[in-house]
T-cell receptor, first 115, second 109 residues
Framework: GAVVSQHPSWVICKSGTSVKIECRSL??????MFWYRQFPKQSLMLMAT?????????EQGVEKDKFLINHASLTLSTLTVTSAHPEDSSFYIC???????????FGPGTRLTVL | RKEVEQDPGPFNVPEGATVAFNCTYS??????FFWYRQDCRKEPKLLMS???SGNEDGRFTAQLNRASQYISLLIRDSKLSDSATYLC??????????FGAGTRLTVKP
């Protein structure tokens, strides 16, 4: 149980385009979903926390107008990287939690390359 | 000061060795503690939660010292398959999870 999927698993796009990444909890309803970014040889950096039906809470330094998060249901959150630039190239990972469980369940990640 | 700090390594050890990683955290109100394993270009996978009394899972032992705000991971009888990056993670009272930068372990034959 507690499986989280992400789609796509990798994407290559041109500079200036927007990319949407989906995060789904497959067999549970997630109370909260988290979005992380990881640059090569660096740690996971929390970008934002998302609760269903409410606005995401962004970490300091993360532009909310550039990284749009929509959490429309208890099983789906989306991250849209708007007007992507090469410096946005990274590994984007989502995770989800459920009530009463302290562990976070991670999706397999999406590798974004912006040319 | 970073919220969660780890020695980045790398640790290069021979098979069969015992290796220990430490991690310190800055928020004394942190509630839950974990060790994750991350293989290259993959998502983190939970290795074990860390309990106040310390806990063991096979060759892995985790310890928590709340007074000094550090957690540790001990790996005994290292295997080649233990080669990975080990991330400590701290869950804060607002539900956010903070990760250390990871400690890279390479076990060599």
């Amino acid at each position: 149980g507690a499986v989280v999927s992400q789609h796509p698993s990798w994407v290559i796009c041109k500079s200036g385009t927007s990319v949407k990444i989906e995060c789904r909890s497959l067999d549970f309803q997630a109370t909260t979903m988290f979005w992380y970014r990881q640059f090569p040889k660096q740690s996971l950096m929390l970008m934002a926390t998302s609760n269903e039906g409410s606005k995401a809470t962004y970490e300091q330094g993360v532009e909310k107008d550039k990284f749009l998060i929509n959490h429309a249901s208890l099983t789906l959150s989306t991250l849209t990287v708007t007007s992507a630039h090469p410096e946005d190239s990274s590994f984007y990972i989502c995770s989800a939690t459920l009530m009463g469980v302290s562990e976070q369940f991670f999706g397999p990640g999406t590798r974004l390359t912006v040319l | 000061r970073k919220e969660v700090e780890q020695d980045p390594g790398p640790f290069n050890v021979p098979e069969g060795a015992t290796v220990a990683f430490n991690c310190t955290y800055s928020n004394s109100a942190s509630q839950s503690f974990f060790w994750y394993r991350q293989d290259c270009r993959k998502e983190p996978k939970l290795l074990m939660s860390v309990y106040s009394s310390g806990n063991e899972d096979g060759r892995f032992t985790a310890q928590l010292n709340r007074a000094s705000q550090y957690i540790s991971l001990l790996i005994r009888d290292s295997k080649l398959s233990d080669s990975a990056t080990y991330l400590c993670a701290v869950r804060e009272n607002n539900n956010d999870m903070r990760f250390g930068a990871g400690t890279r372990l390479t076990v060599k034959p």
